[in-house]
């Protein structure tokens, strides 16, 4: 386990515990810096900071941005994190907000779809159960309760319907370019960073993707992930994770570029624990003295 897990949600966008909770779950594991990474949004991270201050785990204001990769990506998304932002900037929030109003609209559309496949499920359920931001675990918990039998487990659901190729699957409206999530980071003093860049890429074919991140002002690299535990490589080998982990970290090397790790931690639906990947001591104090 390590210390520090820079990558965790609540269940203010798709996480099952409360801020709190989450921050508990962390000391109870031995990890004492806590990333709150939220999709889109930062409203869990007041509650997460308190907490923290009541039990000796520094809490790092965080925030994941879904973003739209470009035609150099076929249009798919990519995730941008951003850690040590002034969540609190107002114009940063009303940012956010259009962006994750954009994602509630989708899971509304989702939901719909959904329904005109004869799948009893309702917008109001899946808008409650969230909370927050909607996600796709979500719809898929309503799905699975609304619907005993017809699914196997929540990855079913996710195949069949959720993800980009499942019947289910609708764009959204609206969102941000890398570029311009890597900017509104960075006004607001924050460090973007690419999130779990081997879900796009193998390492020796990102070069091109990072350059052009790097080129926008991205400032570091998701090295540490639970790629064992999430597609497209669930079920991978640890000799498999440990070659991309090394794979990236020398990319960030060789593009000048900070190394962060977290665990990716949802909670309830994944088999990951809190500081299962994440950084050590040396490695996070080494990230403070280069940020």
Not at 154 to 161: A, G
């Amino acid at each position: 386990m390590y210390p520090v897990d820079l990558h965790v949600h609540t269940n203010r966008s798709d996480g099952s515990h409360n801020p709190a909770e989450v921050v508990r779950k962390a000391r109870a594991a031995g990890v004492y810096v806590l990333g709150i990474a939220d999709h889109d949004n930062v409203a869990g991270v007041d509650e997460a900071i308190e907490e923290g201050r009541s039990l000796g785990v520094k809490v790092i204001p965080g925030v994941e941005i879904s973003v739209d990769g470009g035609e150099e990506e076929g249009n798919r998304e990519l995730h941008i994190l951003g850690y040590f932002i002034n969540h609190r900037d107002p114009d940063f929030q009303a940012l956010l907000k259009k962006v994750a109003d954009a994602r509630v609209e989708q899971k509304i559309r989702q939901t719909k779809l959904l329904q005109s496949f004869g799948l009893n499920i309702e917008v109001d359920e899946v808008l409650t159960l969230a909370r927050g931001v909607p996600g796709r675990i979500h719809i898929a918990r309503v799905l699975m309760e609304r619907n005993p039998g017809r699914f196997r487990d929540i990855q079913q659901v996710f195949d069949e319907f959720l993800s980009r190729k499942g019947k289910a699957y609708v764009r959204r409206t609206f969102y941000l370019s890398p570029s311009q999530a890597i900017e509104a980071i960075i006004k607001v003093g924050g460090i973007p960073v690419l999130a779990h860049p081997g879900i796009y890429h193998l390492p020796e074919d990102s070069r091109k993707l990072i350059a052009r991140l790097k080129k926008a002002g991205l400032r570091g690299l998701e090295v540490s992930y639970t790629y064992d535990k999430n597609h497209p490589y669930k079920g991978a080998s640890k000799e498999f994770v440990e070659k991309l982990i090394r794979g990236f970290s020398a990319l960030a090397d060789e593009f000048g570029l900070l190394k962060t790790g977290g665990s990716d931690f949802h909670g309830e639906g994944k088999s990951i624990k809190i500081g299962e990947r994440g950084l050590t001591w040396a490695e996070f104090e080494s990230l403070l003295a280069q940020s």
